[in-house]
T-cell receptor, first 111, second 114 residues
Framework: KQEVTQIPAALSVPEGENLVLNCSFT??????LQWFRQDPGKGLTSLLL?????REQTSGRLNASLDKSSGRSTLYIAASQPGDSATYLC??????????FGTGTSLTVIP | EAQVTQNPRYLITVTGKKLTVTCSQN?????MSWYRQDPGLGLRQIYY???????DKGDVPEGYKVSRKEKRNFPLILESPSPNQTSLYFC?????????????FGPGTRLTVL
């Protein structure tokens, strides 16, 4: 069974800092990996999806990388802003079409 | 507007009283799924459906039922709710094709079972 881990569980940084969030998974047989953002009391917003054959994807200040063989993904956020404060979740879609989520990293960007 | 809708958004009920949480999407997606989110455990998949009349168990299916009679709807049924089913529930949808397609989530349903 796939296990997805996110480290750290919580992170607090000053505004303007670049930061990296980590996601690891135990089984490399995946179709894709998706990063989400969740604001308190709200649903999930999709940020980036990386196909299993890709190494990275970029959207604005966000860059996600994937190393399938080592079971790792990182989400890089450049020039962080207070509006980036949220919980960030990664999820993998395995080859059985099930999704497995990490428990998330709670990010606070201090003005 | 492309969206996944869930109803109700909040529900308080008592043990044993059957309930249904509805989920509907307007994006013509084949894949639909239900999750529950609990503190410290993250999101866990309950059931998913690859297409009409096709449903499969996720990680935590016990105590839940689903049906997929139409492409756009995927209701979650709790025949006899218990307090350990108190949770935040999310419905999601996406294209069936596996590699390229994202999941889109509904706003969530907060269920309390007394």
């Amino acid at each position: 069974k796939q296990e997805v881990t996110q480290i750290p569980a919580a992170l607090s940084v000053p505004e303007g800092e670049n930061l990296v969030l980590n996601c690891s998974f135990t089984d490399s047989a995946i179709y894709n990996l998706q990063w989400f953002r969740q604001d308190p009391g709200k649903g999930l917003t999709s940020l980036l999806l990386i196909q299993s054959s890709q190494r990275e994807q970029t959207s604005g200040r966000l860059n996600a990388s994937l190393d399938k063989s080592s079971g790792r993904s990182t989400l890089y956020i450049a020039a962080s802003q207070p509006g980036d404060s949220a919980t960030y979740l990664c999820a993998v879609r395995d080859t059985g079409n099930q999704f497995y989520f990490g428990t998330g990293t709670s990010l606070t960007v201090i003005p | 507007e492309a969206q996944v809708t869930q109803n109700p958004r909040y529900l308080i009920t008592v043990t044993g009283k059957k309930l249904t949480v509805t989920c509907s999407q307007n994006m013509n997606h084949e894949y639909m799924s239900w999750y529950r989110q609990d503190p410290g455990l993250g999101l866990r998949q309950i059931y998913y459906s690859m297409n009409v009349e096709v449903t499969d168990k996720g990680d935590v299916p016990e105590g839940y039922k689903v049906s997929r009679k139409e492409k756009r709807n995927f209701p979650l049924i709790l025949e006899s709710p218990s307090p350990n089913q108190t949770s935040l529930y999310f419905c999601a949808s996406g294209q069936r094709e596996t590699t390229y397609n994202e999941q889109f989530f509904g706003p969530g349903t907060r269920l309390t079972v007394l």
